[in-house]
């Protein structure tokens, strides 16, 4: 990873979705092979900090621009995810199965917002304008999920 040019990308979304002046973020590269993940933060909304930490050594995802918008909207919209999770966790009685399910869906639909969100900032401001397809290079095909299957004849 060109860690000049994902400061330069980092520093350019800073500045096109508000985040600064009125957060103080940083970008910390993460050289650890065995990280999972691309991209990552960590965040103290009480005190507007946060780091974003992306993956040098070992990206899953090709379009590293991609992944830092990524990870910047999910600090836009850490608020309204805290809300939100605090209402589940305050409704649903603890590890319940209707916790469980409120909670996975809740996530998924806010992964599915902040990267419909980071597709549309990439297609207007992007230097590279190509979606990584990482994910999808690791899930099984469509044959793959029906191989085995018992035929319903």
Not at 122 to 133: A, H, P, Q, V
């Given at each position: 990873?060109?860690?000049?040019?994902?400061?330069?990308?980092?520093?350019?979304?800073?500045?096109?979705l508000?985040?600064?002046?009125?957060?103080?973020?940083?970008?910390?590269?993460?050289?650890?092979?065995?990280?999972?993940?691309?991209?990552?933060?960590?965040?103290?909304?009480?005190?507007?900090?946060?780091?974003?930490?992306?993956?040098a050594?070992?990206?899953?995802?090709?379009?590293?621009?991609?992944?830092?918008?990524?990870?910047?909207?999910?600090?836009?919209?850490?608020?309204?995810?805290?809300?939100?999770?605090?209402l589940?966790?305050?409704?649903?009685?603890?590890?319940?199965?209707?916790?469980?399910?409120?909670?996975?869906?809740?996530y998924?639909?806010?992964?599915?917002?902040?990267?419909?969100?980071?597709?549309?900032?990439?297609?207007?401001?992007?230097?590279?304008?190509?979606?990584?397809?990482?994910?999808?290079?690791?899930?099984?095909s469509?044959?793959?999920?029906?191989?085995?299957?018992?035929?319903?004849?």
């Amino acid at each position: 990873m060109d860690k000049t040019l994902a400061q330069s990308l980092f520093d350019k979304y800073c500045k096109k979705l508000r985040l600064t002046p009125s957060w103080d973020v940083r970008l910390e590269f993460v050289d650890d092979p065995s990280w999972p993940k691309t991209g990552d933060f960590k965040i103290d909304c009480d005190d507007r900090k946060a780091i974003l930490m992306l993956n040098a050594v070992n990206p899953k995802q090709e379009n590293i621009e991609e992944v830092i918008i990524h990870e910047l909207m999910h600090i836009k919209m850490y608020p309204l995810d805290q809300v939100t999770e605090s209402l589940i966790l305050s409704t649903f009685p603890e590890e319940s199965p209707a916790q469980d399910f409120a909670y996975r869906q809740f996530y998924n639909a806010l992964e599915q917002t902040v990267e419909e969100l980071a597709k549309c900032f990439l297609l207007e401001f992007g230097d590279n304008k190509d979606f990584s397809y990482g994910r999808c290079q690791r899930m099984k095909s469509f044959n793959d999920l029906y191989d085995g299957l018992n035929s319903i004849e």
